[in-house]
C-alpha cells in the first residue's frame, strides 16, 4: 500500500470512490459527470491536496483539503464556470431541484454560526467499502495533515453527518478531532463542524 499526490488521471478512480464510499450522500445523487467535474476542478485549484492511496495499482482510498475554509466552493465553481456550465445544463434538465441544493450549498454562508474561518477545510476523504478498517483511511489522514503542517497551516476542520454517522465520527475523534459546533445545512440536514489542533503546542478555540 502506497499514499501518493493525486493527478488528473486518478479522477475516474476516485469518482468510482466517492459513488461507493458515499452512496446516499447529496453530490453522490448528482451522478459521476457532476463528480468527475468537481475532483477535476478541485485538483486544479492551486490552494488544494489531494492524496491518494494505492495497491497493486488499484485506488482504495483518497482525501480532498483545501488550506483555506471561507467561501471555497463558490471560487471553485466561479474558476470553472464553462466546465461547470455543461453540467448545470444537464442538472437543469434533469434534476431542478437539486441544482437549487447545490447552488444553495455551495453559495450560502452559514446563517446561524459566526466562525472564524481561519482554518483548512477537509472535503472528502473516502475508502472503498472492501479497504475500510484496514488504516487507510489513517493513512491518508495522516499525509493530509501532514500537507497542511507544510504548507504552515495548524488548523483543519471538517463537516459530517450528525444522524446515523457513528463510524466516520468514532473514526474522527480516534484521529484527534472534536466537536466545533452542530448546525443544520440546506434543506435540512443536521451536521457536526469538527475540528483538530495541528499544532500540537496550542489548543483549539
Ligand atoms: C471513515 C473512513 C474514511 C475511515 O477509513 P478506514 O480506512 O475505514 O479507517 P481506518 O482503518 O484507517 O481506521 C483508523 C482508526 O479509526 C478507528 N475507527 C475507524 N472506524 C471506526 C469505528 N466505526 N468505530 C471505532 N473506531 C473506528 C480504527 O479503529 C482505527 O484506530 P487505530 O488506529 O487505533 O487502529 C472510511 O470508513 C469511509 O470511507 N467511510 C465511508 C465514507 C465516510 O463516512 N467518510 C467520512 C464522512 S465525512
Redesign the pocket.
Known amino acids: 500500500m502506497i499514499i501518493r499526490k493525486a493527478t488528473l488521471n486518478d479522477v475516474s478512480q476516485i469518482v468510482e470512490i466517492h459513488s461507493d464510499?458515499?452512496e446516499d450522500f447529496f453530490l453522490t445523487s448528482l451522478g459521476p459527470m457532476f463528480l468527475n467535474f468537481y475532483y477535476g476542478a478541485f485538483l486544479r485549484n492551486k490552494e488544494t491536496g489531494m492524496f491518494c492511496v494505492v495497491e497493486n495499482d488499484e485506488i482504495l482510498?483518497f482525501s480532498a483539503v483545501t488550506k483555506y475554509c471561507s467561501g471555497f466552493n463558490s471560487k471553485l465553481l466561479k474558476e470553472n464556470l464553462f466546465r461547470f456550465g455543461w453540467v448545470g445544463l444537464k442538472l437543469l434538465f434533469t434534476r431542478p431541484d437539486a441544482l437549487l441544493r447545490l447552488i444553495k450549498n455551495f453559495t450560502k454562508k452559514s446563517e446561524s454560526v459566526n466562525e472564524p474561518e481561519d482554518y483548512a477545510e477537509l472535503y472528502?476523504?473516502?475508502?472503498s467499502k472492501i479497504?475500510?478498517?484496514?488504516?487507510?483511511?489513517?493513512?491518508?489522514l495522516t499525509a493530509t495533515e501532514e500537507f497542511l503542517i507544510k504548507n504552515g497551516v495548524y488548523k483543519v476542520s471538517?463537516?459530517?453527518?450528525f444522524y446515523n454517522?457513528?463510524?466516520?465520527i468514532?473514526?474522527y475523534s480516534?484521529?484527534g478531532y472534536s466537536i466545533l459546533y452542530d448546525f443544520v445545512a440546506y434543506p435540512n440536514r443536521k451536521m457536526y463542524r469538527l475540528i483538530k489542533n495541528l499544532n500540537t503546542s496550542e489548543t483549539v478555540i
Open positions: 464510499a458515499f482510498g472528502s476523504i473516502g475508502v479497504a475500510q478498517g484496514r488504516g487507510v483511511g489513517k493513512v491518508l471538517l463537516t459530517t453527518d454517522n457513528e463510524s466516520a468514532a473514526f480516534k484521529m
